[in-house]
């Protein structure tokens, strides 16, 4: 019987209220899960007119459904970030 879980893709959006005072826990995060973490991608919203959040972190990630949840979740849970998931396959 395999129990190995299946590795799923996935993206996660990251929106991200004050970059100056998210970056670093934002940043931390990102690197305890970096072993999954595929690519990384950030959008300067507040140059690009959006006044509502400052910064747009886009990621692709390789993991179980309960890795990429668990990193999902963890940002979400802070004051001032929206992270949203689409597990690609």
Known sequence: MN??????????????????THAGIVNEILSR???RIIARLGVNLGRA???????????VIEGSNE???SL?????????????TNILD
């Open 72 to 84: 999902s979740d963890e940002l979400d849970a802070l004051y001032g970030i929206v992270a949203k």
């Open 3 to 20: 129990t190995e879980k299946p590795i799923h893709i996935a993206t996660i959006s990251i929106l991200v209220k004050e970059r100056e």
């Open 67 to 69: 890795e990429i949840k």
């Open 49 to 59: 007119g959006v006044r509502t959040y400052s910064g747009l972190i886009e990621i």
């Open 33 to 35: 899960h970096g072993d």
